[in-house]
């Protein structure tokens, strides 16, 4: 299975894909799941793969869908308790785990975040910068000498067209670049040369919300630059609008995955398929495990006030 996992990480990587691949480094018995462990997951809330029973998985998605969102690899240390976690060094997510078990795991968890592509239009000396840069900075990038080269490309919300064509053809090459989904569409040119060729495109009919997509001039402002320093200045101005939250795949805020907190012991528990539950006065609570049951069942109002008869489930429950 472990083999299957990383040939699976590794095809996806290379198409590009957005995944997590979470791996048990370190365990103590009774917990099921073993140094070496591995699972993925997916931006949906989709896992494939074995870590560990039901007591770590939920807790394990909801990290991995974080690490998938802010790009952080982070080390989660279920059942260890705060006061030892300083033995796995700085930065550990301490989470608890099902009251019923001694076993704990340390699960590592990383994030691949799929990276832009830049799409560099023209035969410039600026585009062959670009390209080169690019490709230093482990992005993805594609050049096309015309317009018409941009339909061969593969472009998405992730991309940025980037046009320099110097002059030549360049409301050509600007109008086929806002009929794509990049998320970022450059002109290099001066700021006279900027706006003669959007009004050129307006007065064609291009809609101003296209027209308001186009950074022009593009990159950053370095002030009087050749043609390598400018292809420094719109990688900058792209890095910096990465960092910003910009040119990355758009993924699910969260996943549709609902959980609810079990009130003895705090952990989160997958409602759907949940096998230890309990009704009481309309209400569903949820368990980890059956002595979390056991516990609530003898006394409840030591843990929760007992719910309103007809009270909603939704309030104690969320997404993953």
């Not at 080169?132 to 482990?138: R, S």
Request: aromatic residues 4%; proline residues 5%.
């Amino acid at each position: 299975m472990t083999d299957a996992i990383l040939a699976e990480a590794a095809d996806r990587a290379a198409r590009n894909e957005a995944f997590v691949l979470a791996t048990v480094v370190w365990r103590r018995a009774p917990s099921s799941g073993q140094v070496g462990s591995r699972a993925l997951v997916f931006g949906d809330g989709a896992m494939r793969g074995w870590l560990g029973g039901a007591c770590a998985q939920p807790t394990v998605r909801r990290e991995a869908l974080t690490a998938l969102q802010d790009g952080h690899s982070r080390l989660i240390l279920l059942g260890i308790p705060p006061e030892a976690a300083d033995a796995f060094g700085e930065g550990a997510v301490v989470k608890p785990m099902a009251c019923g078990s001694e076993g704990a795991l340390a699960v590592y968890v990383e994030p691949f975040v799929p990276v832009p592509l830049v799409v560099a239009v023209g035969r410039s000396p600026a585009v062959t910068t670009l390209i080169a840069l690019t490709d230093d900075l482990g992005w993805r990038s594609a050049a096309v000498a015309e317009a018409d080269g941009l339909a061969n490309v593969a472009i998405d919300g992730t991309s940025a067209v980037v046009i320099a064509t110097q002059g030549e053809a360049d409301e050509e090459a600007l109008e086929a670049s806002l009929r794509t989904s990049a998320g970022y569409v450059g002109l290099v040119a001066s700021r006279k040369r900027a706006d003669a060729t959007l009004g050129y495109l307006r007065d064609r009919g291009v809609p101003e919300a296209d027209l308001a997509r186009v950074q022009a001039p593009a990159g950053l402002d370095l002030g009087s630059t050749d043609h390598h320093e400018i292809a420094v200045a719109v990688l900058a101005e792209l890095v910096a609008r990465r960092a910003q939250g910009e040119l990355r795949a758009v993924g699910p805020a969260s996943a549709s995955v609902a959980e609810a907190v079990d009130p003895v012991c705090g952990m989160a528990v997958e409602v759907e398929g949940a096998r230890w539950q309990m009704e009481l006065n309309g209400h569903t609570w949820y368990f980890c495990g059956p002595g979390c049951l056991q516990a609530f069942s003898a006394d409840p109002g030591s843990f929760v006030s007992a719910p309103a008869s007809g009270a909603g489930e939704e309030s104690h429950m969320h997404e993953a």
